[in-house]
């Protein structure tokens, strides 16, 4: 469970760290997601015992959560691009990273999952840390509308945690995690080519190349991130899990972007990073 649950911090390390270069490279970010859950349709099945174009597949009791999850992650990813731009990436990272509220709240109150008081203070230590490492000083917009962008990242990326253990719980083993989350990820990448093909057609968008192809490398990280994801929730507690990898990707991710981006570390983000190593600890006993 350790190792899966490390790699699954890494590649999403990875993954996160794909948008810095897509920033430096001048990539069409929503033309790459669309891609890169190409991409990861493509992995998954070639590794999964069952290809996903089974009738057997498409027939089953779960896929209409896979339609949900892939609806979800190309909504999410969107708005919390929007809200990066409009309020800043520091609200829409506390937003994302806060969601671990939620499948918590899921685990206890549907799944019986209770942590213990050290797991308690160590959950909440967390919160703490990610909201700390996720300030910045950077001026924003304030609008009165502006405020359902992060509330929307906030649920929807707690709901994906959410259905995700849901999907664990119920149909894994029956039906392996690669091709569960292979289905996932190639409805996510339909749903996207709509929205693309729609932007096309309405002259709002072209095709850009060099977006497909950072877009397709993308897909290798972001699939495996999901995958060990997965394979770290079978038969594991998600109120620890969840807390975890998320403070793990963040803790992670802060760490690559100071040795390969040269990112230059507040007051705030030290004293973040030493709470979410303590959290981890907390929450590991």
């Not at 001048?26 to 290809?51: P, R």
Request: aromatic share 12%.
């Amino acid at each position: 469970m350790v190792v899966f649950l490390l790699l699954s911090i890494l590649f999403s390390t990875i993954t996160v760290s794909f948008f810095k270069i897509f920033e430096i490279k001048k990539v069409q970010t929503f033309q790459a997601i669309v891609m890169n859950y190409l991409s990861c349709g493509i992995i998954g099945n070639l590794l999964s015992e069952k290809t996903v174009f089974q009738i057997q597949v498409w027939n089953t009791d779960w896929y209409i959560y896979t339609l949900i999850l892939g609806s979800l992650f190309i909504s999410i990813l969107f708005c919390i691009g929007l809200t990066a731009q409009k309020m800043g990436v520091s609200v829409s990272m506390v937003a994302a990273k806060l969601s671990v509220v939620i499948p918590v709240l899921v685990a206890v109150f549907l799944h019986h999952e209770m942590p213990g008081i050290i797991g308690v203070i160590g959950i909440v230590v967390s919160m703490i840390a990610v909201v700390i490492m996720s300030r910045t000083n950077e001026e924003h917009s304030t609008s009165t509308n502006l405020w359902i962008l992060p509330l929307l990242v906030f649920v929807g990326s707690g709901f994906i945690d959410s259905i995700l253990h849901y999907l664990e719980e119920m149909f894994i083993p029956a039906y392996s995690a690669d091709t569960i989350v292979t289905t996932v990820f190639l409805n996510a990448f339909l749903l996207g080519s709509l929205i693309l093909i729609v932007g096309i057609v309405t002259g709002k968008t072209k095709l850009d190349i060099n977006s497909i192809l950072w877009g397709l490398l993308l897909g290798l990280p972001n699939y495996f991130s999901m995958f060990f994801l997965v394979k770290t929730l079978q038969g594991s507690n998600a109120t620890i899990i969840f807390p975890i990898n998320n403070i793990g990707i963040v803790l992670a991710s802060t760490l690559f972007s100071v040795l390969f981006f040269k990112e230059v570390l507040t007051k705030n983000k030290w004293i973040g990073l030493s709470l979410a190593l303590l959290a981890i600890v907390l929450m590991s006993i």
